[in-house]
T-cell receptor, first 113, second 115 residues
Framework: DGGITQSPKYLFRKEGQNVTLSCEQN?????MYWYRQDPGQGLRLIYY???????QKGDIAEGYSVSREKKESFPLTVTSAQKNPTAFYLC????????????FGQGTRLTVV | AQSVTQLDSQVPVFEEAPVELRCNYS??????LFWYVQYPNQGLQLLLK??????LVKGINGFEAEFNKSQTSFHLRKPSVHISDTAEYFC?????????????FGSGTQLTVLP
């Protein structure tokens, strides 16, 4: 079945550590996105990529980094510079055309302990 | 710039009653509109979308939405809700031109269906 796979589902991190969230898609989509979800704030765009080897900052990119070495993969690293990383992280992909919807993974819940 | 306002953060409703979840948007250009549903600890799933044509759009699970350009609204409705409709609902807007960062989401409405 085609879809988006995020792993792990739950992740715990100690303060000061970097952690990488995985996102893989087999939909042959060009565009991929990372969103952060906090209660009552909807989804906020962290980074997006329209094509392999290219990515752009979203609205809240500080403290995060990404790479897009393969079309299928768009990992997100939460660095120690991110002051409040505890949140639900959602990865999505789309064809990149504005009249098509985004498809979402099941999310990763990151907790800093 | 575009923005989306979901007017109600929480909507409780009894089972088999009708429900309307409100969404207003602001944009200086024409837009595409979407409603997504999110069940607890899950990703988002598309309910329906408006691109052009008929202003009444039908989606999955018996939901429908009406695009009103003059009021810049895209309210979601269901004539009779079920317990299984309990979830968070997000309205989103995108512009017909521009880059892949097209979606702007509202802050969400938690629909709780009571027995």
């Amino acid at each position: 079945d085609g879809g988006i796979t995020q792993s792990p589902k739950y992740l715990f991190r100690k303060e000061g550590q970097n952690v990488t969230l995985s996102c893989e898609q087999n939909l042959n989509h060009d565009a991929m996105y990372w969103y952060r979800q906090d209660p009552g704030q909807g989804l906020r765009l962290i980074y997006y990529s329209q094509i392999v080897n290219d990515f752009q900052k979203g609205d809240i990119a500080e403290g995060y980094s990404v790479s897009r070495e393969k079309k299928e993969s768009f990992p997100l690293t939460v660095t120690s510079a991110q002051k409040n990383p505890t949140a639900f992280y959602l990865c999505a992909s789309s064809t990149g055309h504005v009249n098509t919807e985004a498809f979402f993974g099941q999310g990763t819940r990151l907790t800093v302990v | 710039a575009q923005s989306v306002t979901q007017l109600d953060s929480q909507v409780p409703v009894f089972e088999e009653a009708p429900v309307e979840l409100r969404c207003n948007y602001s944009s200086s250009v024409s837009v595409y509109l979407f409603w997504y549903v999110q069940y607890p600890n899950q990703g988002l799933q598309l309910l329906l979308k408006y691109l052009s044509g008929s202003t009444l759009v039908k989606g999955i699970n018996g939901f429908e939405a009406e695009f009103n350009k003059s009021q810049t609204s895209f309210h979601l409705r269901k004539p009779s809700v079920h317990i299984s409709d309990t979830a968070e609902y997000f309205c989103a807007v995108s512009r017909p031109s521009g880059s892949a960062r097209q979606l702007t989401f509202g802050s969400g409405t938690q629909l709780t269906v009571l027995p």
